[in-house]
């Protein structure tokens, strides 16, 4: 799997758009972006993925580079609920699914 | 999204008892599911795949003799803990998939204290 790279913190003020980076300089073709967060003691949330077009679902929106080399989350209007530890995780997809390399991901936090 | 669910959300039990954690795929069929351990400030470590009707594989450094799993229907996966010990204590998250690919959809964890 390719290594990611993130901020280990942001700061985000409430209302405004989050914008979270990942590096993966050693992506490979058929490698996705997935992107999940994990709010304190809960299980982690699936939030995106994509393979190279950027993508858009009612939680967030996925930008990836054209070289697929980086990606950039973006919450629109964070909120208080959205301080969480955000994880950028590359992956080949495979039917049924596949585990789940987590790093240290960036814990974002939403303040007033 | 698919929902998973995990029993108890939150157990207290004694050294060298067992316990055992219950992780079923609500609304969906998983063949496979994972077992995850988060110890505090840390990120989340697997610890083992639970593969239906097979034998669980397991990580490295993850004893399979402490941590037994079956995965007896495609809608249920156990973990169960024996003889606990204080080191044990940690958030355990089971997750599955199957709907998307590649998509891992995570239980709410369970929160073990060993005492």
């Given at each position: 799997d390719a290594k990611t790279t993130q901020p280990p913190s942001m700061d985000c003020a409430e209302g405004r758009a989050a914008n979270l980076p990942c590096n993966h300089?050693?992506?490979?073709?058929n490698e996705y972006v997935y992107w999940y967060r994990q709010i304190h003691s809960q299980g982690p949330q699936y939030i995106i993925h994509g393979l190279k077009n950027n993508e858009t679902n009612e939680m967030a929106s996925l930008i990836i580079t054209e070289d697929r080399k980086s990606s950039t989350l973006i919450l629109p209007h964070a909120t208080l609920r959205d301080t969480a530890v955000y994880y950028c995780i590359v992956r080949v997809a495979k039917n049924a699914g596949n585990m789940l390399t987590f790093g240290g991901g960036t814990r974002l936090m939403v303040k007033p | 999204g698919a929902v998973v669910s995990q029993h108890p959300s939150r157990v207290i039990c004694k050294s060298g008892t067992s316990v055992k954690i219950e992780c079923r795929s609500l609304d969906f069929q998983a063949t496979t599911m994972f077992w995850y351990r988060q110890f505090p400030k840390q990120s989340l470590m697997l610890m083992a795949t639970s593969n239906e009707g097979s034998k669980a594989t397991y990580e490295q450094g993850v004893e399979k003799d402490k941590f037994l799993i079956n995965?007896?229907?495609?809608t249920l996966s156990t973990l169960t803990v024996t003889?606990?010990?204080?080191?044990?204590?940690s958030f355990y998250i089971c997750s599955a998939g199957?709907?998307?690919?590649?998509v891992q959809y995570f239980g709410p964890g369970t929160r073990l204290t060993v005492t």
């Amino acid at each position: 799997d390719a290594k990611t790279t993130q901020p280990p913190s942001m700061d985000c003020a409430e209302g405004r758009a989050a914008n979270l980076p990942c590096n993966h300089s050693t992506i490979s073709g058929n490698e996705y972006v997935y992107w999940y967060r994990q709010i304190h003691s809960q299980g982690p949330q699936y939030i995106i993925h994509g393979l190279k077009n950027n993508e858009t679902n009612e939680m967030a929106s996925l930008i990836i580079t054209e070289d697929r080399k980086s990606s950039t989350l973006i919450l629109p209007h964070a909120t208080l609920r959205d301080t969480a530890v955000y994880y950028c995780i590359v992956r080949v997809a495979k039917n049924a699914g596949n585990m789940l390399t987590f790093g240290g991901g960036t814990r974002l936090m939403v303040k007033p | 999204g698919a929902v998973v669910s995990q029993h108890p959300s939150r157990v207290i039990c004694k050294s060298g008892t067992s316990v055992k954690i219950e992780c079923r795929s609500l609304d969906f069929q998983a063949t496979t599911m994972f077992w995850y351990r988060q110890f505090p400030k840390q990120s989340l470590m697997l610890m083992a795949t639970s593969n239906e009707g097979s034998k669980a594989t397991y990580e490295q450094g993850v004893e399979k003799d402490k941590f037994l799993i079956n995965h007896a229907s495609l809608t249920l996966s156990t973990l169960t803990v024996t003889s606990a010990h204080p080191e044990d204590s940690s958030f355990y998250i089971c997750s599955a998939g199957g709907l998307a690919a590649g998509v891992q959809y995570f239980g709410p964890g369970t929160r073990l204290t060993v005492t």
